[in-house]
């Protein structure tokens, strides 16, 4: 496996604050690596390191093997990014603001064409910008991103502000970019389901501290089994499953108990269903719950994090 992206020790400091604190993460080639955190957590100020818009503590980062502090300018030429603001001119057209920054990175006419029908813009991009929607912004942004196709891609929240048929699309169009440009994607987020839907890796990042990193659906399979349950009374319900010395939440549709790792799926249903019942207790639904990434990041935030629903 190649790295497109790597970090080591990686730190920022803003005076007395640790934004980003020895920080070392992998992005392999081809992976749409989801960067997960809460607000604040340090995501932005890690991609503005990896850009070179920022300048690390300590640490160093590799772009396509390229050290960002060593060569800025040669590891920038290999990543596309959106950030935050796109800093468009709303009276240009779509075709005429690609157009600026194609000239400065001296590419050639019709790579405005190829960006703009990736991201399926052609239609639009006689109009000015000051008519587009969000999403359309938010596409534009990417088309720019993908000028002169850099290996890497570089995406702080890009659904951010986007309306539901706007996140369906973007995160389509995000999942399907590695088999059809060859890129990296390395997308920031903070909600859950985001990085669930579209991410082949995720990194998760707590107070300027990566806390995990791998492959998702490899940290999903290490995850302790769990089975969901409805009953008719969860308080008398706990205390019976934690008999069996598992440990028990509840969450908003029900009780989750947490099997051992390795323990049997089914056997462990039935036995707690039998109990259950001996017990009066009314079941309504029991079985397996799929692993998810909300798990995998209680687990990893435990001591501070509270996700009350997808978003961290
Ligand atoms: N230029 C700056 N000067 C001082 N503090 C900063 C600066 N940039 C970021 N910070 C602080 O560093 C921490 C990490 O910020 P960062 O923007 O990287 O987080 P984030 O995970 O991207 O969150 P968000 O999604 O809210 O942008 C925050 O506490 C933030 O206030």
Redesign the pocket.
């Known amino acids: 496996m190649r790295a497109a992206i790597e970090t080591q020790g990686l730190t920022r400091r ?2 007395q ?1 640790l ?1 980003v604190d020895g920080l070392s993460m992998t992005v392999p080639e081809r992976a749409v690596y989801g960067f997960l ?1 809460r ?8 991609l503005k390191l990896l850009l070179g818009l920022l300048g690390p503590t300590e640490g160093s980062a590799k772009v396509c093997g390229i050290d960002v502090g060593r060569d800025r300018i040669g590891a920038a030429r290999r990543v596309g990014a959106l950030l935050e603001a796109h800093g468009f001119y709303g009276t240009l057209t779509g075709r005429e603001n690609l157009d600026l920054t194609r000239r400065l990175m001296g590419l050639p006419i019709p790579e405005i064409d190829r960006v703009l029908e990736v991201v399926d813009l052609t239609d639009a991009a006689r109009r000015r910008v000051s008519d587009y929607s969000l999403g359309m912004r938010q596409r534009l942004g990417l088309a720019r991103a993908m000028l002169g196709a850099p290996p890497v891609l570089v995406l702080d ?1 890009p659904t951010n502000g986007l309306d539901p048929d706007g996140i369906v699309d973007m995160r389509r169009f995000l999942k399907a970019l590695p088999e059809r440009t060859g890129a990296t994607v390395l997308l ?1 987020s ?1 909600l859950l389901g985001e990085i669930e839907q579209v991410a082949t890796h995720v990194g998760i ?1 707590n107070e300027g501290r990566l806390v995990l990193e791998g492959e998702f659906e490899a940290l999903k399979a290490e995850l302790a089994p769990e089975i969901g349950l409805r009953v008719d009374d969860p308080q008398r319900a706990a205390p019976i499953l934690r008999s069996h010395d598992l440990t028990v939440r509840s969450e908003v549709d029900g009780l989750v108990v947490r099997l051992r790792p390795g323990a049997d799926h089914d056997q462990a249903t039935a036995r707690l269903n039998r109990d259950l019942i001996e017990a009066g207790v009314q079941v309504f639904a029991i079985g397996s719950r799929r692993p998810s990434l909300e798990g995998i990041y209680r687990d990893v935030t435990m001591s501070s994090a509270q996700p009350r629903s997808e978003t961290v």
Do not use: D, I, L, W
Not at 39 to 46: I, Q, V
């Open positions: 803003f005076g604050h934004a955190g607000n604040g957590a340090g995501k932005t100020t890690t929240e920031s903070h990042v």
